[in-house]
């Protein structure tokens, strides 16, 4: 299996996951209505830890430009593989969420909740303080790039390390995500918000492209930010 197979597959299979946990939660007359956000944070923290368990091994497992740009930019990922690794990430997360869209397909009708509908596919804020909300953002994806790096540091017994990764994104959910949701990842968002805008969902309301660029540019800033510091402390 390509490298690029496997971004997009994992990032598909993260996004089917995550997005599928929100819409569990939030949509009417599914059986996990009103779980709450600790549920919702361990769906992610799942979504994350299963395909780095399978994708680990061939891509590396980033299912995230903001890391992949990271790495990158310290010298452990090459720079020419970037677009390809973003194009995939980006590709496999519009079909995750077209995946969540068709799983789900007999609830969108039945809530008439907009707001609810659009945050099954992407990330908004619980206060519109756009500089605020970037700046979570940024902090929030510093704390996971620079973790993620460090546990790399780690030996650790075979397959470990997703476990660990997928524990690191229930904590990050569960002590940072109130503020924005916890994008953490341009691909995350922005793909199945793409998914939002062109799939005929029923009774949806606009994309709110007016935030949009928050839960991408935040990520890159704090994963950049992240992964210079680990190299000059590591």
Not at 21 to 26: D, G, I, L, Q, S
Not at 148 to 154: D, H, K, Q
Request: hydrophobic content about 55%; proline content about 6%.
């Amino acid at each position: 299996m390509s490298h690029l197979m496997a971004e997009f597959l994992g990032t598909m299979i993260l996004i089917l996951l995550g997005d599928g946990v929100v819409a569990n939660c939030v949509l009417n007359k599914s059986k996990g209505q009103n779980g709450g956000w600790i549920l919702i944070s361990s769906g992610w923290a799942v979504a994350v830890g299963v395909p780095a368990f399978i994708f680990g091994g061939i891509s590396g497992a980033h299912f995230n430009p903001a890391l992949t740009i990271s790495l990158a930019v310290i010298g452990k990922f090459p720079a020419a593989e970037v677009p390809g690794y973003i194009v995939a990430q980006m590709l496999g997360a519009i079909a995750g969420a077209a995946l969540v869209w068709l799983t789900y397909l007999p609830h969108w009708a039945e809530t008439e909740d907009k707001a609810g509908k659009l945050a099954v596919f992407c990330t908004g804020p619980a206060i519109r303080s756009l500089p605020s909300n970037f700046l979570t953002e940024v902090i929030a994806t510093f704390l996971l790039v620079f973790a993620i790096l460090g546990i790399g540091t780690v030996k650790v017994a075979d397959g470990i390390t997703p476990g660990v990764v997928g524990a690191l994104i229930w904590g990050l959910g569960i002590s940072l995500g109130g503020p924005t949701g916890y994008a953490l990842n341009p691909a995350r968002d922005l793909g199945p918000r793409i998914a939002h805008a062109i799939l005929p969902i029923a009774g949806k309301g606009d994309s709110d492209w007016s935030y949009s660029w928050v839960p991408v540019l935040g990520p890159v800033v704090g994963a950049i930010l992240a992964a210079l510091l680990f190299v000059a402390v590591f």
